[in-house]
């Protein structure tokens, strides 16, 4: 540009001199010259190259993803969804075009999601079909009676706060400031303070019905905090003894109160339930005896053997019961003032430095299920993990509710009842409880079945509400107590020998052209052997043949251990949806 500015003024300078001596013109504008702008060449971009994928490695993920998928629902108790996320996690592999045995790494992959899957169909869902018992938490009575309280006498501060606390609070059952009293004060303010605070906060969830219920039956209402130690208000709670639920009633105390307890149930774990029977039975007690520190030493140690204690010491007074160590054991002595204290600190926590967070109770509904029903049907029809379920019915022994009780009233979060009412009007069998039945034959019995099908006789007996000495009919059918295969299990009528050695036989047929009216594939089950069985009885639940089983696991005789692996090979039909 420099360059150019310099070359027109020169020729503006020359053109003037010019004019000097010439004849005066008029000289025209010269228009510039047109200035070229050079544009830079364009700098070449480098091209992205997209790395090809690969599609077995994404069929592979697209597989993986259902199958966590199907772990998730699982854990949440969701059956049929985890079934629809596993059978759609092996059929992407038997669809695709590659089969699920040509491609290594595909082969591989479904390899391990079927022993995976046949892991969790023999484990978590064998004992999810409920046929084991719920777990128990322990009982605190156990270890609140094994303390020993009286190293050291109370301390002169404990005792003046409680007599100004006694004086100042109204108790409807007496309250003895003596030092047996006193020294389980100081033990639940000091070492055994998160215990208190923790059945406190706990007990806040049922106290209001409890209270309820009290009142209406007249008793006091400082009886509701027994089960502050008992049970530490758990309603799974379960002693050394046997003794269950919230109020701790043993089997046949509970009986004599009105609560069921068979193979499906036991309504001492129902928190409601339960608080009635145990207000039946201490108005039983009190009305035995006319005192409620015996009572309640009864409803420890048991009215026979109190009333006996009473004959032989010619005493009338738990007090002179419990001073001697002749008559009652140390566990009903330490239960009564046990109580008290707890009584005592439970009416005014915050006096006691106790940090009590209240539990709110949950809102529910019942609906009732017009036919035995499995819990994690109905968790899956409202949304909810089956867990949930459980906590809101704890009475339930096994995951399907009882098998004769056509009209049970189960409890849902609120708003679950409609969800349910929907689903049951379009519900077909198999949409209720799974349950295995059996067709008695003629000559069997109970211990024949149960040793044929490697179960127990008592739970076969009490599954069927049968005395394990009951006689069997031909064409009764039974429940057996063990759970169905749920997953990948083909139904097959007439399932096929196997006459090939791969691990997974029939896949995806690849001549096209000669299409055929069904696909099938045999998925593998891992069984693992149980004492008793025989390829025989192993054969029978899985509807195969003995010769199947020896061929799959080339066998070379009958003969198998417990504890041994099976592989069971099973037609499941590809074309079916899931």
Known sequence: MRFLRGAICALAFTSAACAAKAPTTVARPVAPAPVAVVTPAPVPQPVAVTAPTDPVVDLIAESNRHFLNGQKELQNGHLESAKAEFNRALDMLLESPYGARTEPRIREH????????????????????????????????DELLAISTFSQAPSPETTQAIARDLEATAHDIEIPLNERVLAYVELFTGRLKGYLEDGLSRGSRFLPMIQDVFRAEGLPLDLAYVPLVESAFKPNALSRAKAKGMWQFM?????????????????????????????????????????????????NGGPGRVQTAMKRSRKDTFWELSASSRYLPRE???????????VIIARNPAQYGMNVQPVDAPSIETITLPKATDLRRVAEWIGIPVQDLQDLNPELRRWTTPVRMDDYDLKVPMGGADAVKNRLVEATPDDFASLNYLTVKNGETLSTIARKLSVSRTDLAEANYLKTTAKLTAGQQLVIPRPPTLLLAARADNPVPVTETRSVDA???????????ERAAQVPVVHRVKRGETLASIARLYSTTVASLMQWNHLKGSTIAAGQRLTVRQLRNLDATN
Do not use: C
């Open 110 to 141: 479904f390899d391990r999601l079927v022993e995976r899957i046949s892991a969790y169909e023999v484990t978590a869902l064998a004992q999810g079909d409920g046929f084991a018992e719920k777990r128990y938490e322990p009982a605190s009575i």
């Open 251 to 299: 089997s046949g105390t509970a009986l004599e109160n009105g609560l069921r307890h068979d193979w499906y149930i036991d309504e001492r774990a129902d928190p409601e339930k339960a608080t009635r029977a145990a207000a039946k039975y201490l108005k039983t007690l009190y009305g035995m005896f006319g005192d409620w520190h015996l009572a309640l030493a009864s409803y």
């Open 332 to 342: 009903t002595r330490d239960y009564v003032p046990l109580i008290l204290a707890a």
């Open 507 to 517: 896949v995806v047929a690849s001549n096209v052209s000669a299409p055929k009216p």
